[in-house]
């Protein structure tokens, strides 16, 4: 018997892989069609999910960055009124 991968990421992979030939031989492996329309839609939004997430946090990162460079530049025009 196959195990699942551990990391999230894996798992979305190994249940991608396994949606089409699931979906073709459902009954010969001892599933059901709705059973397998079951796992593909939630692999779907398990994948849609982890892009979300992905894009969020690439935006927190670029947000974070503007963040600093913005407190640099106020700090550099402060310091150079001081001077």
Not at 2 to 24: D, F, M, N, Q
Not at 33 to 52: E, G, I, L, M, P
Request: charged share 15%; proline share 2%; glycine share 2%.
């Amino acid at each position: 018997m196959s195990e699942l991968p551990v990391s999230k990421l894996a798992k979305i992979g190994y249940c991608e892989a396994r949606t089409a030939p699931w979906a073709t031989n459902a009954v010969a492996i001892g599933t059901t069609t709705t059973a397998v329309t079951d796992f593909t839609t939630k692999t779907t939004a398990a994948r849609a999910a982890y892009n979300a997430q992905q894009a969020a946090f690439n935006a927190a990162k670029a947000a974070t960055n503007t963040y600093h460079l913005a407190v640099r530049a106020m700090a550099t025009a402060a310091q150079d009124i001081i001077d």
